[in-house]
């Protein structure tokens, strides 16, 4: 909007680069133009100040499908004052002169007069069209359409209004009918899902069996192994047994060997040992053999008594005497 600045009996207007401006006075144009700044007075001044930058307006058309079917059309128009002198004879774009705020709503009138020439189009494209067909039409071509038909439309040309764009939104029936229409797409997704479900269940279900089958296929394999060790623990204790068992026969055979061998010695030196005492007592007898008896009993007395524990006191009887005496005659008589 233009900025006003207010003094006593003059005020200063400054527009903008978007604003078209047209200062009368006394019913003759004195300023005029894109981006205009004077000065003016109040009282005698009459100013318009048209936009020339682009506008949008959204616009929603209700239709009615040849089935009877109520559809709504969402869409947004682009368009620009190119004749500005046209519309601020046609339309009331005059300002206040203090403010320098429009003193009429011009916009909306201009809003108005487009939203009813493309809601006219809107139906002369998609009229005669089933719901299905109204629902599946490609918004671009339609979009060409209304905008070929808006730029020959001579209402908004004697507004001096070019159409720069058109532009629609999801086509979109009533809020129970769309539900309807969704449900077979919604249930066949529903079965594609379900199928893809039971798909990854039946997929999840064989590699669960799989694993199983290769657990219980290594838990076979390490029984094979640990039977195998089993049976090589038994084979290494048996043969360990049998060495053991070899190894005492053989310790034992040594063992009688060197009995059998100490006791044929032992014997051997029993054996010498008696034949050396054998010979010394028949070497003794020899000896002994042409000497007196009572020199040999003498000499047995005397080896009796070195033999005999020491005696502290003899006593000596009659009885004793008397015996031994006899004795000694006895074998002097012979």
Sequence with gaps: MAAISTYPFVSHLRATQTSHIYHLVGGKPKHTGVGAAFWFRPL???????PVDDRERTILVPLRTRDLQQVSVPGVITYRVVDTRLAATR?????????????????????????????????GSLTGRDLTEVLATDLRELGAA??????AEAGLTDLGIEVVGVRFGLIRPEPDVERALQTPARESIQQEADKATFER???????????????????????????????????????????QAAAALVEAESSA?????????????????????????????????????????????????????????????????????????AKAEV
């Design 44 to 50: 005698n001044s009459a100013l318009s100040e048209v």
């Design 91 to 123: 339309v009331d774009f005059s300002i206040n002169p203090r403010s320098g705020l429009w003193q009429t709503t011009p916009l909306e009138i201009l809003g108005g007069v487009i939203h009813g020439a493309a809601a006219e189009a809107v139906v």
């Design 146 to 151: 209304v905008h070929a038909a808006l730029a």
């Design 201 to 243: 269940r039946a997929v999840a279900v064989e590699r669960e069996a799989a694993i199983g089958e290769n657990e219980l296929a290594n838990q076979i394999e390490l029984s094979r192994r640990r039977e195998s060790l089993i049976a090589q623990d038994g084979a290494n204790q048996r043969r360990a047994a049998e060495e």
């Design 257 to 329: 060997e060197q009995l059998r061998v100490q006791s044929v010695a032992r014997a051997e030196a029993d054996r010498l040992a008696g034949q050396a005492r054998a010979d010394a007592e028949r070497a003794t007898m020899e000896a002994y053999a042409g000497v007196p008896q009572e020199l040999l009993l003498a000499l047995a007395i005397r080896q009796a008594a070195e033999n005999l524990p020491s005696i502290e006191q003899l006593v000596v009887t009659p009885d004793l005497v008397q015996g031994l005496l006899s004795k000694l005659s």
